[in-house]
T-cell receptor, first 114, second 115 residues
Framework: DTAVSQTPKYLVTQMGNDKSIKCEQN?????MYWYKQDSKKFLKIMFS???????INETVPNRFSPKSPDKAHLNLHINSLELGDSAVYFC?????????????FGSGTRLTVV | AQSVTQPDIHITVSEGASLELRCNYS??????LFWYVQSPGQGLQLLLK??????LVQGIKGFEAEFKRSQSSFNLRKPSVHWSDAAEYFC?????????????FGRGTQLTVWP
């Protein structure tokens, strides 16, 4: 069983479209995250949820909206996609809200905006 | 501001050679530290972590890392590299007392292994 699973793995879409990425973890972790990895491999946090409550909301365009229906799921919806949104998006989870034990990452969603 | 520096963007070693990947962090608070490995097209896998206690930590795949507070470093080592170790390696730092669980990542070191 995959611990943190993301769908889809690849997403190619046109500018201006709206798309969603889904993430699910079966580890029983309390906290989930979205990270963006740019073309130079730099990882930057976008959002974090702890037990369905938003606890980190970095400076990202408000076209990006996370939703956590329960503590096992964290989805990312992106409106009006732009070329600069092309990146790999990683979902991750951690046992606690401090991340002391590290994260478990999903395998990523490669988003390409054309 | 918190930052994590991996000074080597790309390292090439021969199979069987020893390896050391460098990581430095800057911040006043006591950190907890991680090394992750990312193979092409994959997510990041945790190699090892330091939270407290013995400053030399052992991880998976024969890797170890040593926390040196005086040098603000957490370098990753392996005595004998295998071709399958070729990947991108990321150092990450979190801070005690943080209620937000945010990890700060270095920019990664790409490891190439020559046969």
């Amino acid at each position: 069983d995959t611990a943190v699973s993301q769908t889809p793995k690849y997403l190619v879409t046109q500018m201006g479209n709206d798309k969603s990425i889904k993430c699910e973890q079966n580890l029983g972790h309390d906290t989930m995250y979205w990270y963006k990895q740019d073309s130079k491999k730099f990882l930057k946090i976008m959002f974090s949820y702890n037990n369905k409550e938003l606890i980190i909301n970095e400076t990202v365009p408000n076209r990006f909206s996370p939703k956590s229906p329960d503590k096992a799921h964290l989805n990312l919806h992106i409106n009006s996609l732009e070329l600069g949104d092309s990146a790999v998006y990683f979902c991750a989870s951690s046992q606690d809200s401090q991340g002391r034990y590290g994260y478990t990452f999903g395998s990523g969603t490669r988003l390409t905006v054309v | 501001a918190q930052s994590v520096t991996q000074p080597d963007i790309h390292i090439t070693v021969s199979e069987g050679a020893s390896l050391e990947l460098r990581c430095n962090y800057s911040y006043g608070a006591t950190p907890y530290l991680f090394w992750y490995v990312q193979s092409p097209g994959q997510g990041l896998q945790l190699l090892l972590k330091y939270f407290s206690g013995d400053t030399l930590v052992q991880g998976i795949k024969g890797f170890e890392a040593e926390f040196k507070r005086s040098q603000s470093s957490f370098n990753l080592r392996k005595p004998s590299v295998h071709w399958s170790d070729a990947a991108e390696y990321f150092c990450a730092v979190g801070y005690r007392g943080s209620t937000l669980g945010r990890l700060y990542f270095g920019r990664g070191t790409q490891l190439t292994v020559w046969p």
